[in-house]
């Protein structure tokens, strides 16, 4: 399995960027997926999960209504919105398979497997 993370920058406060994950090596649509996030000098915390499909999702109390996550089965791609950043939002940014037998809804990184390389957000002030 292999998740390859894409679509950090550099932004300004207020702004926003689109994170994409395109998995291989697993059938994509039947797996949860989330997005963990680590900062500089910080463990790495959850930010968001879905189902199989787009019907469910979970998030971090410190970016919903901000972040989107979402996904397209078809394309084996994993999204993450990420609106109205905020220069704390700074972090890299990983996406993971939710193991099958995690319980639903889980902020857990040891629930998850097959993390991605990570792409870095940077959020200015």
């Known amino acids: 399995v292999q998740l390859q993370a894409s679509g950090g920058g550099l932004v300004q406060a207020g702004g926003s960027l689109r994170l994409s994950c395109a998995g291989s090596?697993?059938?994509?649509?039947?797996?949860?997926m989330g997005w963990f996030r680590e900062a500089p000098g910080k463990e790495r915390e959850f930010v968001a999960a879905i189902g199989w499909n787009n019907d469910i999702t979970h998030y971090a109390s410190s970016v919903k209504g901000r972040f989107t996550i979402s996904r397209v089965n078809a394309k084996n791609t994993l999204y993450l919105q990420m609106d109205s950043l905020k220069p704390e939002d700074t972090a890299v940014y990983y996406c993971a398979v939710q193991k099958r037998d995690a319980r639903w809804p889980t902020t857990l990184d040891f629930d998850f497997r097959s993390w991605g390389q990570g792409t870095l957000v940077t959020v200015s002030s």
């Open positions: 090596g697993l059938t994509f649509s039947s797996y949860r």
